[in-house]
């Protein structure tokens, strides 16, 4: 047996793939490139070049390399931002909706 030492309800998948983090706010709309690190049933992990606020809300878009895959995209809200390294950040978001 496979030993399961996260505590979650879902695995996590790794991911490690280019994506684009669409950031909306009451001022503006914006496009961030980051690195989609995992993904869950109901969350993700990016890495990006710029912290972002927790309880932001981000539509995250990872396109399908594989035509029997669908391309992702889901709404999310930011329920975590760490550094990662002295210009990234690690940020983890609960997903809300798929589209």
Same mark, same amino acid.
């Given at each position: +047996? %496979? $030993? *399961?030492?996260?505590?979650? @309800?879902?695995?996590? +998948?790794? #991911? !490690?793939?280019?994506?684009? %983090? /669409?950031?909306?706010? &009451?001022?503006?709309?914006?496009? /961030?490139? =980051?690195?989609?690190? &995992?993904?869950? =049933?109901?969350? +993700?992990?990016?890495?990006? @070049?710029?912290?972002?606020?927790? $309880?932001?809300? #981000?539509?995250? %878009? %990872?396109?399908?390399? !594989? ?5 992702? !995209? =889901?709404?999310?809200?930011? /329920?975590?931002?760490?550094? =990662?390294? @002295?210009?990234? *950040?690690? #940020? ?8």
């Amino acid at each position: +047996m %496979l $030993g *399961y030492d996260d505590k979650r @309800d879902f695995f996590r +998948m790794m #991911v !490690n793939s280019s994506c684009e %983090l /669409v950031i909306t706010d &009451d001022e503006s709309s914006r496009s /961030v490139s =980051a690195i989609c690190k &995992d993904l869950s =049933a109901t969350g +993700m992990s990016f890495e990006v @070049d710029e912290s972002i606020e927790l $309880g932001t809300v #981000v539509q995250a %878009l %990872l396109e399908s390399t !594989n035509s029997q895959i669908p391309s992702l !995209n =889901a709404k999310a809200k930011v /329920v975590r931002c760490e550094p =990662a390294s @002295d210009s990234s *950040y690690v #940020v983890g978001v609960e997903i809300i909706e798929m589209r």
